[in-house]
């Protein structure tokens, strides 16, 4: 369906628990977060019957986030529901990695697409610094199996910073080298831990790899998100470029998000949206949920507000899933 922009939206991306098994320095607290009750949550059923909703509007792919999505049980199970529906015809999942070995055949068995693992650095010790709790070769071997099980193309997000990786950059480049990955690399957006590093922008990364290697602009069109994909001479998969920093890419912004609370939200950065669970919770009857998700992407905002700093959501990243 169309927005109040004209803007297309068939993507949904759907956190599943704000629950997570690592602490990355720059998305959660050390301590954690106060995290949202069981019931609070909503069930398979409920995520299901929202995206079958969906579905009757044109969304046709679906992401798995969280928190970190693998530490919610039986995941397999909705995944399996939400690829039965006929309109689905991509469901993906973005994850830390941590888990994709322990649950990398259910999760292929029940027919997830593709894959985007999260990873900031490749060296062992400083991986277990920034996430404070991970182990690299674990992530490391979810990576291969992965790809092994052709969930393809994987991709690699890698969110840049001053003080943790932008040293490391050449080295995420040369990965993309060795292996068939997409390469990803996020300019850090400013909220909540993320406020506390400096952003390196995307053109820096470019100049950075250009002291080594030639970037070549991929002309096939890759996805329907922001990312500009290039690729050096010896890339086996590209290298992209998410830069919602310094090239707003609002205007074509084909996506919606759901928490895990049930909450519908309408743009990564501000808090406009609708709370899905209350009609849920009261008897909503499909075709009325299907014009309740209908009357609100009709008023998605046209932009972010995170150049201007202006207030916005709340939630952190760990809440909303990216
Ligand atoms: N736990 C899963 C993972 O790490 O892939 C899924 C949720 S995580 C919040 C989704 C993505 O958001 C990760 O790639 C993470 O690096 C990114 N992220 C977290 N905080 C960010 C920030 N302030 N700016 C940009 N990306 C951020
Ligand atoms: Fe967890 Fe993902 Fe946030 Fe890291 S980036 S703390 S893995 S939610």
């Given at each position: 369906?169309?927005?109040?922009?004209?803007?297309?939206?068939?993507?949904?991306?759907?956190?599943?628990?704000?629950?997570?098994?690592?602490?990355?320095?720059?998305?959660m607290p050390?301590?954690?977060?106060?995290?949202?009750?069981?019931?609070?949550?909503?069930?398979?059923?409920?995520?299901?019957?929202?995206?079958?909703?969906?579905?009757?509007l044109?969304?046709?792919?679906?992401?798995i986030?969280?928190?970190?999505?693998?530490?919610?049980v039986?995941?397999?199970?909705?995944i399996?529901?939400?690829?039965?529906?006929?309109g689905?015809?991509?469901?993906?999942?973005?994850?830390?990695?941590?888990?994709?070995?322990?649950?990398?055949?259910?999760?292929?068995?029940?027919?997830?697409?593709?894959?985007?693992?999260?990873?900031?650095?490749?060296?062992?010790?400083?991986?277990l610094?920034?996430?404070?709790?991970?182990?690299?070769?674990?992530?490391?071997r979810?990576?291969?199996?992965?790809?092994?099980?052709?969930?393809?193309?994987?991709?690699?997000?890698?969110?840049?910073?001053?003080e943790?990786?932008?040293?490391?950059?050449?080295?995420?480049?040369?990965?993309g080298?060795?292996?068939?990955?997409?390469?990803?690399?996020?300019?850090?957006?400013?909220?909540?831990?993320?406020?506390?590093?400096?952003h390196?922008?995307?053109?820096?990364?470019?100049?950075?790899?250009?002291?080594?290697?030639?970037?070549?602009?991929?002309?096939?069109?890759?996805?329907s998100?922001?990312?500009?994909?290039?690729?050096t001479?010896?890339?086996q998969?590209?290298?992209?470029?998410?830069?919602?920093?310094?090239?707003?890419?609002?205007?074509?912004?084909?996506?919606?998000?759901l928490?895990?609370?049930?909450?519908?939200?309408?743009?990564?950065?501000?808090?406009?949206?609708?709370?899905?669970?209350?009609?849920l919770?009261?008897?909503?009857?499909d075709?009325?949920?299907?014009?309740?998700?209908?009357?609100?992407?009709?008023?998605?905002?046209?932009?972010?507000?995170?150049?201007?700093?202006?207030?916005?959501?709340?939630?952190?990243?760990?809440?909303?899933?990216?």
């Open positions: 369906m169309l927005d109040g922009y004209g803007r297309k939206i068939d993507y949904l991306r759907i956190s599943v628990t704000d629950r997570c098994n690592l602490r990355c320095m720059y998305c050390e301590k954690g977060i106060d995290l949202i009750p069981h019931e609070e949550i909503l069930s398979f059923e409920e995520i299901f019957r929202v995206v079958k909703s969906a579905s009757q044109g969304i046709n792919k679906i992401r986030t969280g928190g970190e999505p693998l530490v919610r039986g995941l397999p199970k909705l399996k529901s939400i690829k039965s529906l006929p689905i015809r991509e469901v993906s999942m973005t994850t830390n990695g941590a888990l994709l070995e322990k649950h990398m055949d259910e999760l292929d068995k029940a027919g997830l697409n593709r894959v985007n693992i999260s990873l900031d650095t490749l060296n062992k010790e400083k991986y610094r920034v996430t404070r709790l991970g182990d690299l070769n674990k992530v490391l979810g990576i291969k199996l992965a790809i092994e099980k052709g969930l393809t193309p994987v991709k690699l997000n890698v969110v840049v910073t001053k943790i990786n932008f040293s490391e950059i050449m080295d995420f480049v040369k990965l080298e060795e292996l068939p990955l997409d390469i990803r690399f996020i300019e850090l957006m400013p909220i909540g831990e993320g406020r506390k590093f400096t390196v922008s995307n053109e820096e990364i470019k100049t950075a790899i250009r002291k080594h290697r030639e970037l070549i602009p991929c002309s096939e069109v890759k996805g998100g922001p990312a500009k994909y290039f690729k001479p010896f890339s998969g590209s290298i992209g470029f998410i830069s919602p920093m310094s090239h707003e890419f609002c205007g074509t912004c084909n996506r919606v998000r928490t895990s609370e049930g909450f519908l939200k309408l743009c990564l950065h501000w808090k406009t949206g609708i709370n899905l669970k209350e009609f919770r009261s008897g909503v009857k075709k009325e949920l299907t014009e309740i998700i209908s009357e609100a992407i009709k008023g998605k905002p046209d932009k972010h507000g995170f150049i201007s700093r202006k207030v916005s959501d709340g939630r952190i990243m760990s809440q909303i899933g990216g």
